[in-house]
């Protein structure tokens, strides 16, 4: 008999395995899909199993199957205990953070410079940096706060080295809330840059805007955007970070694509004597070896589908009310060069939201809420060679290059998107139609055919409303245990999406207490 199974080998699932195998235990990783790693999976054309997702691209240039860009990877305190770059993975942070175009061949500017960019933002500059000046000097305690289990006081924040000060950040986070997630999200500026910019990072949670949920979104990640790990405050020129694994904060993306996260995951899950089975879908305990533990990365859905009466009936039926959001819809694109941006330093940035101005996103966000297509609606868009080119294929004229793109649509669009998105690129950088070599489009209903907890194409895998970002999947002391040995921890779980793996380390590690005996883990 093993010790553990964990169904799903996304960044949670394999979060938990890697922590019960440090323990001593062992474990068995079940993966459904030919290849592992969920929704940080990165494949080229050809691959096995999953390869035809991008079948018909050009040869060599690698696609990232879902997730991107990874301020998570060095913020998440699974991943800083993990220390990827011991094991690794380099994580390439552009000096420009994110960006949004603008009408009027304009953009706003998230530099990895607190002050830069408030001196960008003008007249905004200063309410931009008193509102994420703050949580960027205090990041960890912003983290803790946004990335713990949502029922219990947050490790480091009252027991840290200066709790008053962590206190006061988790505080200031907080307000923030009440403000960029309320009606009174416009009184903080005058202008037309600093809301958008915002409102861009807000737009993440594909709902309703303005939403508590959505402020949650842009202020952890805005205040990441400009962290400076193993220092306060903003970084002064030239200084490099000393510590959280040399990185250098900020939303890098991995060298080689997201997949080198999920690699060094299982290389360290089998040097501990833990193993990956892939192409084994669990549709029944029957599915399941012997374990004394079994750890779900996957939805309520699943392992209601899975497990049924052994489920006691009143989680049940908690669980199978557990609601999903609306989708995303991806597009990969080849190109013969860079993104022709009409404001070129947007071409600097790792990440670009495309949508415009605040009230232009925010009427396609709430077309999407309320079921219907929008005719301009937000993007999201990477250009990974702005910080890695070791992505790009070829050379001179004949070089190509990848671009992630996904775009928001309705719970279970069968829609192509591609020429909407390519519209809306070049909206903001003409002359994007001459430089697309290649395009692959994977609608929101098919989001599920390579990972099945992405429900109608609900990357967050569950509606990211607050209420249930707090009380997700059930409004239990212990969101993570479900009967007997059995878990649940996947992004359904707190502290919800993202590759951080911390669902996976927070399941894992109630698991080790409840059925091992386990009070310290190794992680």
Request: charged share 15%; aromatic share 6%; hydrophobic share 45%.
């Amino acid at each position: 008999m093993l010790d553990a199974v964990v169904v799903g080998s996304g960044p949670n699932g394999l979060a938990a395995a890697v922590t019960l195998a440090r323990a001593g235990l062992s474990v068995t990783v079940l993966e459904a899909n030919e290849t592992v790693g969920g929704g940080a999976r990165t494949l080229a054309p050809g691959d096995d199993g999953d390869g035809d997702l991008v079948a018909g691209m050009p040869a060599g240039v690698v696609h990232d199957l879902c997730s991107a860009v990874h301020p998570m990877a060095w913020a998440s305190p699974f991943f800083r205990a993990f220390d990827l770059r011991a094991h690794g993975v380099e994580l390439l942070t552009p000096e420009v953070s994110y960006a949004q175009p603008l009408p009027g061949r304009r953009a706003a500017v998230a530099y990895r410079d607190l002050e830069r960019t408030a001196e960008r933002l003008g007249p905004d500059g200063a309410a931009w940096r008193s509102l994420l000046g703050p949580l960027a000097a205090r990041w960890e305690a912003v983290v803790a706060v946004a990335l713990g289990d949502h029922r219990s006081v947050p490790p480091g924040v009252l027991d840290g080295a200066d709790p008053v000060r962590a206190t006061l950040a988790a505080a200031r986070f907080g307000l923030g809330l009440a403000e960029q997630g309320t009606a009174a999200w416009d009184a903080r500026f005058s202008g037309e840059a600093a809301p958008a910019l915002l409102t861009g990072v807000a737009a993440h949670t594909i709902t309703r805007l303005p939403s508590l949920s959505g402020a949650g979104t842009s202020l952890l990640l805005g205040a990441l955007a400009h962290a400076a790990p193993g220092l306060s405050g903003a970084r002064p020129t030239g200084v490099r970070p000393a510590s959280d694994g040399g990185f250098d904060g900020g939303w890098p993306v991995p060298r080689g694509g997201s997949g080198a996260i999920v690699a060094a995951l299982v290389t360290d899950l089998e040097a501990h004597g833990g193993t990956v089975v892939t192409g084994h879908r669990v549709r029944s305990p029957a599915d399941l070896p012997a374990a004394r533990a079994v750890l779900f990365d996957t939805t309520p859905r699943t392992l209601l589908d899975v497990l049924g009466p052994a489920v006691p009936p009143g989680l049940r039926r908690a669980l199978g009310a557990f609601r999903h959001g609306n989708a995303a819809a991806k597009v990969d694109y080849v190109l013969s060069g860079p993104v022709p941006w009409a404001e070129p330093e947007v071409g600097r940035a790792g990440t670009v939201h495309v949508g415009g101005t605040r009230a232009e996103m925010v009427a396609a966000e709430n077309e999407v809420a309320a079921g219907r297509h929008a005719e301009r609606p937000v993007c999201l868009v990477s250009d990974p060679t702005v910080t890695d080119p070791s992505r790009r294929v070829g050379s001179g004229t004949g070089e190509l290059r990848p671009l992630w793109a996904y775009t928001h649509v309705p719970a279970g669009s069968d829609v192509d998107v591609t020429e909407t998105v390519t519209a809306q690129i070049e909206r903001f950088a003409p002359g994007f139609r001459d430089v697309v070599v290649a395009s692959r489009a994977i609608p929101a209903a098919a989001m599920a055919e390579h990972n099945q907890n992405y429900v109608g194409g609900d990357i967050s895998a569950g509606a990211a409303t607050m209420w249930q970002m707090v009380s997700r999947p059930t409004l239990r002391a212990n969101p993570y245990r479900v009967a007997g040995g059995v878990y649940l921890c996947s992004a359904s779980t707190p502290p919800g999406p993202g590759v951080h793996g911390m669902g996976g380390w927070h399941a894992a590690r109630r698991a080790l207490r409840d059925v091992f005996g386990v009070r310290a883990a190794a992680l």
